[in-house]
């Protein structure tokens, strides 16, 4: 079965600090997926990023990076000089295509991120 | 706009009072699901569809149902709602992983219900 651990429930940080969440997952499989996804206070969900298996390049994108490291089953973000806009609740998730459930997405408990200005 | 539309998007019921939250995407995408969210667990998948009238359970299931008659639509029906079920609600849309394996879930904006 497959299952995603954020460790960190809450962040608390003051603006332009650099935020890492970490998000370390469990599955069977050697093919799968990994999202994360932002929850703003507004309640959407807002997809950031998707990683399969076989990509272990890490990537930035503005402000937010990734890095993903296959041997320690960890797939973290980092946003670096956050703002108060980045304030969320973040999600990491985790999909096995060859589940029964299909596109089923595993999430983690999520992590909330708290920028004071 | 490619878009998924849940309705409605607060709702306070009373405990048995029969309720359906309406999901509709129109992106013709096979594969849809419902999930809750709860403080501390994430995003919990309840019910899915592969294509219209396949449907199967998801990890928490009890006391909802869903049907597919239309790929469009895929309503989430709770028959005798109880307080446990007061919780964030969320449909989902996609490709079939036929097509795609790693594609993108397509959320809806979430139904917030609170059952007394």
């Known amino acids: 079965a497959q299952k995603v651990t954020q460790a960190q429930t809450e962040i608390s940080v003051v603006e332009k600090e650099d935020v890492t969440l970490d998000c370390v997952y469990e599955?069977?499989?050697?093919?799968?997926?990994l999202f994360w996804y932002k929850q703003p206070p507004s309640g959407e969900l807002v997809f950031l990023i998707r990683?399969?298996?076989?990509?272990?390049q890490n990537e930035i994108s503005g402000r937010y990076s990734w890095n993903f490291q296959k041997s320690t089953s960890s797939f973290n973000f980092t946003i670096t000089a956050s703002q108060v806009v980045d304030s969320a609740v973040y999600f990491c998730a985790l999909r096995d295509p060859w589940q029964a459930a299909g596109n089923k997405l595993t999430f983690g408990g999520g992590t909330r991120v708290l920028v004071k200005p | 706009e490619a878009q998924v539309t849940q309705n409605p998007r607060y709702l306070i019921t009373v405990t048995g009072k029969k309720l359906t939250v309406t999901c509709s995407q129109n992106?013709?995408?096979?594969?849809m699901s419902w999930y809750r969210q709860d403080p501390g667990l994430g995003l919990r998948q309840i019910y899915y569809s592969m294509n219209v009238e396949v449907t199967d359970k998801g990890d928490v299931p009890e006391g909802y149902k869903v049907s597919r008659k239309e790929k469009r639509n895929f309503p989430l029906i709770l028959e005798s709602p109880s307080p446990n079920q007061t919780s964030l609600y969320f449909c989902?849309?996609?490709?079939?992983?036929?097509?795609?394996?790693?594609?993108?879930?397509?959320f809806g904006p979430g139904t917030r219900l609170t059952v007394l």
């Open positions: 990683r399969n298996s076989f990509d272990e």
């Open positions: 992106m013709n995408h096979e594969y």
């Open positions: 599955t069977r499989d050697t093919t799968y997926y």
């Open positions: 989902a849309s996609s490709l079939s992983k036929l097509t795609s394996g790693g594609n993108e879930q397509f």
